[in-house]
């Protein structure tokens, strides 16, 4: 499930889930939507874990 994962990235990136909606799809509400039950679409959810994969692969924000 895709929340799950995007929980996930932000413990392990202590990015906050406003941040994340902004960075990931331009949209500060995102993750807050999905917590309620918003079902992405599926280029929505290939566009999300393009941009953990992305992310976590920086040389600025790797652990």
Do not use: C, Q
Request: charge should be positive; hydrophobic fraction near 35%.
């Amino acid at each position: 499930m895709l929340i799950r994962r995007i929980e996930r990235f932000l413990r392990e990136t202590g990015m906050t889930w406003t941040k994340f909606g902004r960075l990931a799809v331009s949209d500060p509400r995102f993750v807050e939507d999905l917590r309620n039950g918003r079902l992405p679409r599926p280029a929505t959810e290939r566009r999300v874990e393009h941009f953990m994969n992305i992310y976590r692969g920086s040389p600025t924000h790797a652990n």
